[in-house]
């Protein structure tokens, strides 16, 4: 819909561009002899368009995460009535049951079935080094995996190098002799995240020094933890999360059995069937199955919340705009009356006057909304912390990247230009109507 | 209803003129006529008030007689549209200013040139026109200096050849000589007949100045909204 | 004073502009007076207050809380032990019941988010005065104290009532049909049946409505008896082939505890922690400050960007609206401003005249930006709906009026310096100018 717009938008000034008499250059010579007026006015532009790219980068970051996790091979297979991991519980006789339906595809090698089970649980972590007036304490996402090569071939999950999964046993050995520490699997995001925690000397001797890496450490649930490997995994909610033995995590945190079966059908088609069958039609263990792209994707509604709050914070500021640069043309054509009582005595139609002055305020309208655009874009890349939520409740803590692209260009291109023309409007009909006799007077 | 052309360029029939100043009615020209035949040089003088200017307007098409017929050429202007006039002025009409009325970030070239980029003329034609009004009134040389870097006269020189550059079947002038001094004074007059005589060019004069006005070949005074012919 | 006369007349000179330009002000103020309204209150609820605090008692470890129903007596107790342990003064307990008045159908109009608890927390008169748990319910009108109270009482009495919100009874109200909105409190007395979901799924209670918040707190929150609650899940195996309910062991979500002080916090904090009785599942004890910090840390980049570029950013924007508009107006009265010099004006009260000017505008505008906001958020929409967790509503301080006629002052004044300055220096000889 926004391309719609925009092509509509850049249509109409190539249409007035076109039918335009009044020599550009005229308009062009006025901004440049006026400039400290021409720049006040499209700086106002420069600042609303630069905010509304970087709120919409940010949104849109959230979007791309939501819509990005999850693949549309697998089935996320929760309790029944649990619309949310959190709240989910399944018995591992119910698992078995279903891991063994003909639809679930096999491993090619070992000839087990494709399916994970998993533990998917928000813990509590006081903060290390907290300042006493912030915040004592963050939730982190942590899985806990029963199998993880089967889980990372399920997922489509990779590491990037250097990095390796934990072992079979979940823990180890720490070389100061004190209890095993539980090995763990990180995404990037939390590995960022958890990174603030390191001391001084502990950041001034790290190899990566925007993340945790293999070998680090940290505390949560009073055991120490520690990384074995770092899942390649931006772009999506799983970059936010912890993954390690779920028989070591459950017990710790109180949890006993699953949360979550996670089953990879042969393909998108093969997926949907499945779940189908689970849903209406499979007698022996009541689910709730869902496609797992489809389930994460649900959880854009927060981030539809926040676009809301910030489509309507921009309009307002938008007519802020408009204010200002209403009062520009306004002045500009009080400036010029003899001109346009000229032009009008020459010959030159009242419609003519009209397109003039209103492509006068969208040229300011454009210079200062494209140089908005690329202040705005500064902020593409840029992580944020952020809360995608469903419906009913069950908040992830994600990390995610602002992403500035083509979509939100057009959005700034199309509001300064919507700006542009309405502030310009007014002031082009007062011009137009003026009578080329009263102006030269 | 088509009037007898008589070889005047110029028909005024009957024409009345009032505007209205609150719930006043003021008349300012009452049943006017007057013929200028083609080729000559006029000057219509009066007090201020007097309705010379209101009549110079409604012969270069720039207002509409609240009674009677303005005939320029084959064209009934009293009777046409808005739109209708603007598209005939441009062909028919010259105008030369008192404050001269050029567009101060526009060369002198681009003065000229604006009335033609209505014509749909290539840029071609348009540089030799504009080229040509501005060799004959003498500032071929200074075609990219802004109003800003031109002395008085030099202005209302490119009005003047802003106002033959489209080759008009009339040209009229309000007042040219006021903002300038006696010498500067002298020589646009003398390019305004010098003009008249190549170019063969009909010209209006409002002045109230009677040097500027002696060099016409008639002069009409208007007094009370009605004309007055003085002879030379 | 004759140069406030001045300054008058100059607004009026061109009413277009001054109008446009006071528009423009009041808009980006309007905005910045909602974002600083929602930031004040997150502060606020975030600080830390030195007295009359409130904790809250959670599983140590994981979300959603879950503790055992034993866990509720010694934790209001503070887990005082031995002598000179302190005790708090009052004490809560939730336990969340998540359900819907449509099983098939699960809306979000259908969905009924209810806690089961001691009635009289809710709200009683101890020592002649109103005593409350809950947040918000603190300062109600005489009216709607009353009616709390009488609510509370049908509670006690009624084992199987509850209290509902606003919001809730406006749902029922659409699914019943039959009742006009101003009858909503006629729905006092009907019977309603609540299916619970999630991990209550299985757990159906029957209710009779006996009240209702007051409007405008807890529109979305329902409140019953932890007697029934607690009584229908022991009963739960009896009719479910001798299971317990799977939340049976682990219903109590939250304990809120009221101290006198934070000394006293720090006491029954250590005393909570250190006892042994809690262990499976572990409990922390946070102030309640401190647990809505962790709760909007997500966001913390969120109201970071509100805080540093979103306001920072329509402030500018309205310095340059003004810088604007005040420079045009300069710009054209320099021949008049020639002639003031020249008639004796000192070049210090030229630009206290340009200045008073822009001055004006903007507090006046900026004043009653603030002014609308206030009014028309709080009364006419009844505060700001932005759903964030607990919170629903915002409403804006009255600060907020302070605020707005700062903001429009100081832009006005950083905005029209540079013209007001340019104005003082124009010489008395620009009055012979030919060209302006």
Not at chain 1, 135 to 158: D, S, W
Not at chain 1, 201 to 206: G, H, K, S, Y
Not at chain 2, 65 to 84: N, R
Not at chain 2, 149 to 170: K, Y
Request: charged letters at 20%; aromatic letters at 8%.
């Amino acid at each position: 819909m926004v391309w719609k717009l925009v092509a509509t938008a850049i249509a109409v000034v190539g249409a007035l561009l076109a039918i335009n008499r009044v020599p550009l250059k005229y308009t062009l010579r006025h901004l440049t002899v006026r400039w400290k007026t021409t720049l006040l006015t499209a700086l106002a532009f420069t600042l609303v368009i630069g905010v509304l790219v970087v709120m919409l980068a940010f949104v849109n970051g959230m979007r791309r995460m939501t819509e990005g996790t999850g693949l549309r091979e697998n089935v996320l297979v929760l309790s029944d009535g649990a619309t949310d991991e959190s709240f989910s519980n399944l018995n591992p006789g119910d698992m078995a049951e279903i891991e063994s339906l003909p639809e679930v595809q096999r491993d090619p090698a070992t000839g087990l079935p494709l399916a994970s089970r998993e533990t998917y649980l928000i813990v509590n972590q006081p903060l290390p080094n907290a300042p006493a007036k912030g915040p004592q304490r963050r939730f982190l996402q942590t899985r806990g995996i029963e199998q993880p090569l089967l889980a990372a071939k399920v997922h489509g999950v990779e590491l990037l190098p250097g990095g390796s999964w934990f072992s079979e046993a979940g823990v180890q050995e720490m070389p100061d002799g004190g209890p095993p520490a539980i090995q763990a699997v990180l995404g990037e995001g939390v590995a960022r995240e958890l990174a603030a925690d390191r001391t001084p000397e502990q950041r001034a001797a790290a190899r990566t020094p925007h993340r945790l890496d293999v070998g680090e450490t940290f505390r949560v649930g009073d055991r120490t933890w520690v990384v074995t490997g770092i899942m390649k995994s931006s772009g999506s909610t799983f970059g936010s999360e912890i993954w390690a033995k779920q028989s070591l995590i459950g017990p710790l945190f109180g949890k006993s059995g699953y949360t979550t079966l996670l089953l990879r059908a042969a393909d998108a088609d093969a997926a949907q069937k499945l779940k189908d069958f689970l849903t209406n039609d499979y007698a022996k263990v009541a689910v709730n199955a869902r496609i797992e792209r489809e389930h994460y994707a649900e959880m854009s509604e927060t981030s539809q919340q926040f676009a809301w709050a910030i489509g309507f914070v921009t309009v307002v500021m938008a007519v802020g705009g408009v204010f200002g640069v209403m009062n520009t043309m306004f002045a500009a054509i009080s400036q010029r009356i003899k001109d346009i009582g000229v032009l009008r005595l020459l010959g030159y139609a009242r419609w003519q006057i009209l397109v003039s002055f209103l492509l006068e305020s969208l040229v300011i309208a454009l210079i200062g909304g494209l140089l908005g655009c690329a202040l705005g874009s500064l902020a593409d890349g840029v992580t944020a912390s952020s809360v995608v939520t469903g419906h009913s409740g069950g908040g992830k803590f994600v990390v995610m990247e602002l992403e500035v692209d083509a979509w939100v260009w057009a959005v700034g291109i199309f509001l300064t230009l919507l700006m542009g023309g309405i502030g310009g409007l007014a002031p082009a009909l007062s011009a137009m109507r003026l009578r080329p006799l009263e102006a030269l007077r | 209803m088509a009037s007898e052309s008589n070889g005047a360029i110029v028909r005024v029939r009957g024409v009345h003129k009032f505007f209205r100043r609150g719930s006043e009615r003021v008349d300012v020209l009452q049943d006017l006529t007057l013929d200028v035949p083609e080729g000559q040089y006029l000057a219509l003088m009066g007090p201020s008030g007097s309705g010379k200017t209101t009549l110079l307007n409604l012969i270069a098409g720039l207002d509409r007689p609240s009674e009677g017929e303005v005939w320029v050429g084959d064209a009934l202007i009293s009777q046409m549209s808005e739109a209708q006039l603007a598209r005939w002025r441009t062909r028919n009409i010259g105008f030369i200013f008192q404050f001269y009325h050029l567009m101060p970030v526009l060369s002198a070239y681009e003065n000229v040139e604006l009335p033609l980029l209505l014509l749909g003329l290539s840029r071609a034609e348009r540089r030799r026109q504009v080229m040509t009004a501005l060799e004959l009134v003498g500032l071929a040389d200074r075609i990219h200096h802004r109003p800003g870097q031109l002395s008085g006269g030099q202005q209302q020189r490119v009005g003047i050849a802003r106002a033959i550059v489209t080759d008009p079947t009339l040209i009229v002038a309000d007042e040219p000589t006021g903002d300038l001094d006696a010498r500067s004074a002298d020589e646009i007059l003398k390019l305004l007949e010098e003009l008249r005589q190549s170019l063969r060019k009909t010209i209006l004069l409002v002045t109230h100045d009677p040097r500027a006005a002696e060099r016409a070949d008639r002069i009409l005074h208007l007094h009370k909204g009605q004309l007055v012919e003085r002879t030379q | 004073m004759k140069i406030l006369g001045l300054i008058l007349k100059n607004i009026r000179r061109n009413p277009l502009r001054s109008i446009l330009t006071a528009l423009g002000t009041m808009v980006l103020v309007f905005v910045v007076t909602m974002v600083w309204s929602v930031l004040w209150l997150l502060d606020m609820l975030t600080a830390e207050k030195q007295e009359n605090l409130k904790g809250i008692v959670t599983e140590r470890w994981s979300i959603p809380s879950r503790m055992p129903f034993s866990y509720a007596a010694p934790i209001s107790e503070g887990a005082a032990r031995q002598p000179g342990d302190v005790r708090p003064d009052d004490a809560m307990t939730w336990q969340f019941y998540p359900a819907a008045l449509n099983p098939k159908n699960l809306t979000r109009d259908s969905f009924i988010f209810a806690i089961a608890c001691d009635p009289d927390r809710l709200g009683r008169i101890e020592n002649g005065k109103f005593v409350t748990m809950m947040d918000g319910l603190e300062s109600l009108s005489p009216k709607d104290q009353a009616a709390l109270l009488e609510a509370v009482a049908r509670l006690k009495q009624k084992r199987q009532g509850i209290i509902l919100g606003y919001n809730h009874l406006a749902n029922i109200n659409r699914m019943i049909g039959d009742l006009r909105d101003a009858d909503i409190s006629k729905l006092i007395g009907k019977r309603i049946t609540l299916f619970g979901i999630g991990a209550y799924k299985g757990l159906d209670l029957e209710f009779e409505i006996v009240g209702i918040f007051p409007a405008g707190r807890y529109d979305n929150l329902g409140a019953f008896h932890r007697d029934y609650f607690n009584n229908a899940l022991d009963q739960y195996p009896q009719t479910h082939g001798g299971r317990k309910h799977p939340m049976a062991d682990r219903n109590l979500n939250l304990v809120w505890i009221k101290v006198p002080n934070l000394a006293a916090y720090n006491r029954v904090s250590g005393q909570i922690d250190q006892a042994p009785t809690f262990h499976d599942p572990a409990v922390k004890c946070e102030t309640a400050s401190s647990g809505m910090a962790a709760f909007l840390e997500p966001l913390r980049d969120l109201i970071w960007g509100a805080r540093y570029l979103l306001a920072p950013s329509c402030l500018i924007t309205l310095s340059l609206v003004i810088a604007n508009a005040i420079s045009i107006s300069v710009r054209e009265r320099r021949p008049e401003l020639a002639v003031m010099k020249v008639l004796g004006f000192r070049p210090g009260q030229i630009l206290w005249m340009v200045l008073g000017e822009s001055l004006l505008l903007g507090a006046g505008a900026g004043l009653a930006s603030a002014a609308l906001t206030y009014g028309v958020i709080n009364y006419y929409f009844d505060g700001l709906r932005f759903p964030i967790g607990f919170l629903d509503r915002f409403y804006i301080p009255l600060n907020a009026l302070w605020w707005g006629t700062a903001i429009g002052a100081v832009a006005a004044l950083v905005g029209s310096f540079v013209p007001a300055w340019t104005a003082r220096q124009v010489k008395p000889a620009e009055v012979f100018a030919k060209v302006a």
